[in-house]
């Protein structure tokens, strides 16, 4: 059973109706009771790290759930601001992420690169594979994904990317440590590329 963290934050819905449509099964996770059986975790999440980590804390999941990933071992998703909140902190706040892999959340600098973009990178964009991993099985080289951040994951081990963007300057946006990976796009909104992504997580 997929278990989808509805802690108030994210668009859960878009993902279970994916997962519905795919024939995988899944549900919405909003108590402990509800984890039971769960084979894997997707941890959604979108506006600000120090709200999305308050309200996971609040909701009295995260004991749980960071058992479930970092014990047990069941395979993990974080998307968007639920990527950011797996590393240990944000520039966007102050509250402690969850340290589910050894990275830090920066802020895109703008001032320090030749082409200076606007905030929040946002729209679609090239999503370029850089190391294999059965997630991205079926995938091309180089595949578009839709974005919407101002944030990122900057992985302390390059051999934890998988697949990076490039906004003014390439940074990181499909990650993976053992049972954990992170997408920093969102696939809900990403058409036929955000649908084989969801399906090959269903499938790991």
């Not at 994916?18 to 024939?23: A, P, R, S, T, V």
């Not at 759930?65 to 047990?72: S, T």
């Not at 578009?144 to 390059?158: E, T």
């Amino acid at each position: 059973m997929i278990s989808i963290i509805d802690y108030g934050v994210g668009n859960v819905k878009a993902f279970l109706n994916i997962y519905n449509k795919l024939g995988h099964k899944a549900h919405l996770v909003r108590t402990v009771e509800d984890l039971l059986g769960s084979s894997k975790v997707i941890l959604p999440g979108v506006g600000h790290f120090d709200y999305a980590m308050e309200k996971f804390q609040e909701s009295g999941l995260a004991e749980t759930v960071n058992d479930l990933v970092l014990n047990q071992k069941i395979p993990a998703l974080g998307i968007c601001v639920g990527m950011q909140m797996m590393a240990r902190k944000s520039e966007e706040g102050s509250a402690m992420g969850l340290g589910w892999m050894e990275s830090d959340v920066v802020k895109f600098n703008i001032e320090k690169i030749d082409f200076r973009p606007h905030l929040p990178h946002m729209g679609w964009n090239d999503v370029s594979i850089v190391k294999n991993d059965n997630i991205l099985d079926g995938f091309p080289p180089i595949s578009k994904f839709y974005f919407l951040h101002s944030y990122y994951m900057a992985c302390d081990n390059d051999s934890d990317v998988i697949a990076t963007s490039k906004y003014g300057a390439p940074f990181s946006c499909i990650v993976n440590h053992e049972n954990i990976y992170g997408i920093q796009c969102h696939p809900e909104k990403s058409h036929g590329f955000g649908i084989q992504f969801l399906d090959n997580f269903a499938k790991l």
